[in-house]
């Protein structure tokens, strides 16, 4: 039997989608077959996206206005990609925010934003997509974009990395709950890659240090995910469930 990252034929939903790694993925499935609705906050983004998603191979594309700290609208959100797409397989839990700055020096406020996008969202995702995965007897799957933050620190990302903490561990909580739906959850864990997050920091003498620190000396470029990615994206993970996979340059191991 040989198994590919072709994602022919599968349906996918993104959120965080208007740029970034959420858009970087969205090329990706649509190289790889996939049909895929985009959202994201900023809607005006996402119209341009899609008609590049068409272009590069997506059988269907749509993109859907979402604030993942809003509750209410999630469950709408994945009703209308469902529609839209005629079901799904795949969720991507991308949307994510960062405060950052000392633990010491923020607000309640300030952890209260990013758990709400970073980490409740994703729950709320992930409960709403196996929902629909039961009502249809259909399998499904779940790919969430943590961070290797998420199993180390560092200074001025406490807030972010709580969240993204929480993110692997609901990661492993939900693959053991829906493998009796036949529903897979796994995450990818990246490490230090120019966002608009922390646009410019490499550039400072900080960051430069930082990247002293990884072991193949220099930050992740979108490209270096695009293989993890299809792996749990695709049918390739057929039998992985609760894995959260480091794409770093060996940054954890510093």
Not at 162 to 176: D, E, F
Not at 223 to 241: I, K, N, Y
Request: hydrophobic fraction near 50%; aromatic fraction near 6%.
């Amino acid at each position: 039997m040989t198994l590919s990252a072709d994602l022919s034929g599968k349906r996918m939903l993104i959120t965080g989608a208007s740029s970034g790694l959420g858009s970087h993925f969205a090329r990706v499935a649509a190289r790889a077959g996939a049909s895929i609705v985009v959202a994201a906050r900023r809607q005006d983004r996402l119209e341009a996206l899609v008609e590049e998603l068409l272009g590069l191979g997506a059988p269907k594309a749509a993109a859907l206005a979402l604030d993942v700290g809003d509750g209410a609208a999630i469950h709408a959100c994945l009703a209308d990609a469902v529609s839209k797409l005629g079901g799904l397989d795949i969720l991507v839990n991308n949307a994510g925010i960062a405060r950052a700055g000392l633990a010491v020096d923020q607000t309640a406020e300030d952890f209260d934003a990013v758990m709400s996008v970073n980490l409740r969202g994703v729950w709320l995702m992930a409960i709403s997509a196996a929902r629909h995965w039961r009502e249809t007897g259909t399998p499904g799957n779940i790919v969430n974009i943590a961070s290797i933050l998420g199993e180390r620190v560092s200074m001025g990302t406490a807030c972010y990395a709580v969240s993204k903490a929480g993110v692997v561990q609901m990661t492993r909580a939900l693959a053991l709950e829906f493998a009796r739906l036949n529903v897979r959850v796994n995450a990818l864990e990246p490490g230090y890659f120019e966002t608009e997050i922390n646009q410019g920091y490499f550039d400072t003498e900080a960051g430069k240090a930082m990247i002293r620190q990884v072991p193949m000396r220099r930050i992740g470029h979108y490209e270096d995910l695009d293989g993890p990615f299809l792996l749990l994206a695709s049918d390739a993970s057929r039998f992985m469930t609760g894995a959260a996979i480091p794409v770093d340059g060996g940054h954890m191991l510093a």
